[in-house]
């Protein structure tokens, strides 16, 4: 199973919004509502801040949002602010014989 | 809701590792664990799932060498890589599989493959 595709990095200002993208395939993020997304800041563990989809957990802030349309999905983070830059990685659940999910390669966001 | 990973360390180019994986707050017995590491300055890479039912699915990069177990009684699931290489030096987490998406995870038990 192929890693999901992810843009290596991304940036913004305090306040301002930046996409991430997650491309896949119709076996993966384009066949299946378990797209999620994880944010992990240096030495620690991954967070999950988006799961099918679209729904966010308990405690997250309304800035992250997700979507997705056909093989690719993407979180957004609205007003920016310097605790998130962090590392986000996407995964889904992928119709495959030998493993059912997939990571994405992961996304450097910089807050400038 | 907890998970906590043990048994990382230093281990030499072909021996074996065993981690293990303790729940508090949730049950491994009707839980999907996932298993997820992390090589230096790289990005995650998820390689096991054991299923609620028992069914263990392991990635290519660790096909053959994996065995996933779990221990009801102290609500532990185990992890053993044999034949280990360099390759396999990573942060190792468990986490708890909900819905798709890994909603509780382990701190990280760091695994080093080094003579």
């Known amino acids: 199973q192929s890693a999901l595709t992810q843009p290596p990095s991304a940036s913004g200002s305090p306040g301002q919004s930046v996409t991430i993208s997650c491309t896949g395939t119709?076996?993966?993020?384009?066949?299946?509502?378990?797209v999620s997304w994880y944010q992990q800041h240096p030495g620690k563990a991954p967070k999950l801040i988006i799961y099918?989809?679209?729904k966010r957990p308990s405690g997250v802030p309304d800035r992250f949002s997700g979507s997705k349309s056909g093989n690719t999905a993407s979180l957004t983070v609205s007003g920016l602010q310097a605790e998130d830059e962090a590392d986000y990685y996407c995964?889904?659940?992928?119709?495959?014989?030998?493993?059912?999910?997939?990571f994405g390669t992961g996304t450097r966001v910089t807050v400038l | 809701v907890q998970l906590v990973e043990s048994g990382g360390g230093v281990i030499q180019p072909g021996g074996s590792l065993r981690l293990s994986c303790a729940a508090s707050?949730?049950?491994?017995?009707?839980?999907?664990i996932s298993w997820v590491r992390q090589a230096p300055g790289k990005g995650l890479e998820w390689v096991s799932v054991?299923?609620?039912?028992?069914?263990?699915y392991n990635a290519d990069s660790v096909k053959g060498r994996l065995t996933v177990s779990r221990d009801n009684s102290q609500n532990t699931v185990h992890f053993q890589l044999n034949s280990l290489r360099a390759e396999d030096t990573a942060i190792y987490y468990c986490?708890?599989?909900?819905?798709?998406?890994?909603?509780?995870w382990g701190q990280g038990t760091t695994v080093t493959v080094s003579s």
């Open positions: 986490a708890r599989l909900l819905s798709g998406a890994m909603d509780v």
């Open positions: 707050g949730l049950s491994v017995s009707n839980s999907y």
């Open positions: 054991i299923y609620s039912g028992g069914k263990t």
């Open positions: 119709s076996s993966d993020v384009g066949g299946y509502n378990y």
């Open positions: 099918e989809v679209s």
């Open positions: 995964t889904s659940y992928a119709n495959s014989n030998n493993f059912p999910y997939v």
